[in-house]
């Protein structure tokens, strides 16, 4: 098992950046894969993200393509959220998520293929 706990979100211009991080505990951070969703009032959570188990290959939600980046190190055991020119529109709470791979899949971009979830920690961008 691996527990997931979300920092770095806060209150932001729009254009602005933040770097959300992401601590696991438990054993063999390396063994998972990594995922960023987000989730707005009313709306459904939304994928942002997914990094592989070594950090070398990534896939984006077109609507954050260009503008945010994974990274992971899992020496350290975090993963992060590097964001950048933000937008009204990515105001959300963001979660971190995990899960193994299954031989063959390389990227999980829906909710429900994730088996363990952070917290959350909100982001708020202002127009």
């Known amino acids: 098992q691996v527990q997931l706990v979300e920092s770095g979100g806060g209150l932001v211009q729009t254009g602005g950046s933040l770097r959300l991080s992401c601590a696991a505990s438990?054993?063999?951070?390396?063994?998972?894969?990594m995922g960023w969703f987000r989730q707005a009032p009313g709306k459904d959570r939304e994928f942002v993200g997914t990094?592989?188990?070594?950090?070398?290959?990534?896939e984006y939600a077109d609507s954050v393509k260009g503008r945010f980046t994974i990274s992971r190190d899992n020496a350290k055991n975090l993963a992060y959220l590097h964001m950048n020119l933000l937008k009204p529109e990515d105001t959300a709470v963001y979660y971190c998520?995990?899960?193994?791979?299954?031989?063959?899949?390389?990227?999980?971009?829906?909710?429900?293929?994730?088996?363990?979830w952070g917290q959350g920690t909100q982001v708020t961008v202002s127009s």
């Open positions: 990094t592989s188990r070594s950090g070398v290959v990534a």
């Open positions: 438990g054993r063999a951070f390396s063994n998972y894969v």
């Open positions: 998520a995990a899960r193994t791979l299954i031989p063959g899949t390389i990227f999980y971009t829906t909710p429900d293929k994730y088996t363990y």
